[in-house]
T-cell receptor
Framework: SQTIHQWPATLVQPVGSPLSLECTVE??????LYWYRQAAGRGLQLLFY??????ISSEVPQNLSASRPQDRQFILSSKKLLLSDSGFYLC?????????FGQGTRLTVV | KNEVEQSPQNLTAQEGEFITINCSYS?????LHWLQQHPGGGIVSLFM???GKKKHGRLIATINIQEKHSSLHITASHPRDSAVYIC???????????FGQGTRLTINP
C-alpha cells in the first residue's frame, strides 16, 4: 500500500541551529514530492516541489533548502534556523493525481 | 500563476445546517482535492475530483471545470464536523499541488 512517513512529529530547536526534516514514501515510484509550511493561523504554503531525483523547484525564497537524493526521499534543511521558521511542516506526494500527506512536523524555534 | 482561493475563511453554523465551502482556481488543473485538517495539524483526504460530483456519507463535493470552481457541501452538520477544510489543486504542466488558505468550520450544538 502507498504510505508516506515524515519525522520527527515535533521539534524544538534553538535559533541558529541546523534543521533536517525527512520524508520517505513507500509503495510507489517516481512520485511528485512536496514540502509545505503552515505558520500559526495561516494556510499551507508550498515551499518546494520535486518531479524527480535531484530536481527541486523553490516557490518561496527563504532560509530553507530541499534535496531529493533518492526517488522516494525528500529532505527539508536549513543551515541556521530563524525564529520565523517556526511552524507546521507538511510533506506530501502525488502520483497519478492521487495525493497523500504526512503527519506533519511541528517546529518551534526558540 | 497557480492560485487557489477559498471562501469563506471562517464559518460558524448551528447543528443540522447545510454547509457550503467554495474553492476557485486560476488555471487548468489535473485534479482537485478536498481535505480536512484537525487541530493537531493532521490532514485527512476527503475527495479527489477531476470532474462531476462525489458523495461520501454526508459530504458532497462538486467541480465545474469550465468555471474553475469546486464546492464542498455538508448535509445535516454535526459538531464533530468542526475542523479546517482545505481545497488543493494539482495544476497541469508543472504538476504543482497548491493549497487554498482553508475554511475554519465551527458547528455549534
Amino acid at each position: 500500500s502507498q504510505t508516506i512517513h515524515q519525522w520527527p512529529a515535533t521539534l524544538v530547536q534553538p535559533v541558529g541551529s541546523p534543521l533536517s526534516l525527512e520524508c520517505t514514501v513507500e509503495g510507489t515510484s517516481n512520485p511528485n514530492l512536496y514540502w509545505y509550511r503552515q505558520a500559526a493561523g495561516r494556510g499551507l504554503q508550498l515551499l518546494f516541489y520535486s518531479v524527480g531525483i535531484g530536481q527541486i523547484s523553490s516557490e518561496v525564497p527563504q532560509n530553507l533548502s530541499a534535496s531529493r537524493p533518492q526517488d522516494r526521499q525528500f529532505i527539508l534543511s536549513s543551515k541556521k534556523l530563524l525564529l520565523s521558521d517556526s511552524g507546521f511542516y507538511l510533506c506530501a506526494y502525488e502520483r497519478n493525481t492521487e495525493a497523500f500527506f504526512g503527519q506533519g512536523t511541528r517546529l518551534t524555534v526558540v | 500563476k497557480n492560485e487557489v482561493e477559498q471562501s469563506p475563511q471562517n464559518l460558524t453554523a448551528q447543528e443540522g445546517e447545510f454547509i457550503t465551502i467554495n474553492c476557485s482556481y486560476s488555471v487548468g488543473i489535473s485534479a482537485l482535492h478536498w481535505l480536512q485538517q484537525h487541530p493537531g495539524g493532521g490532514i485527512v483526504s476527503l475527495f479527489m475530483l477531476s470532474s462531476g460530483k462525489k458523495k461520501h456519507g454526508r459530504l458532497i463535493a462538486t467541480i465545474n471545470i469550465q468555471e474553475k470552481h469546486s464546492s464542498l457541501h455538508i448535509t445535516a452538520s454535526h459538531p464533530r464536523d468542526s475542523a479546517v477544510y482545505i481545497c488543493a489543486a494539482l495544476f497541469q504542466g508543472a504538476q504543482k499541488l497548491v493549497f487554498g488558505q482553508g475554511t475554519r468550520l465551527t458547528i455549534n450544538p
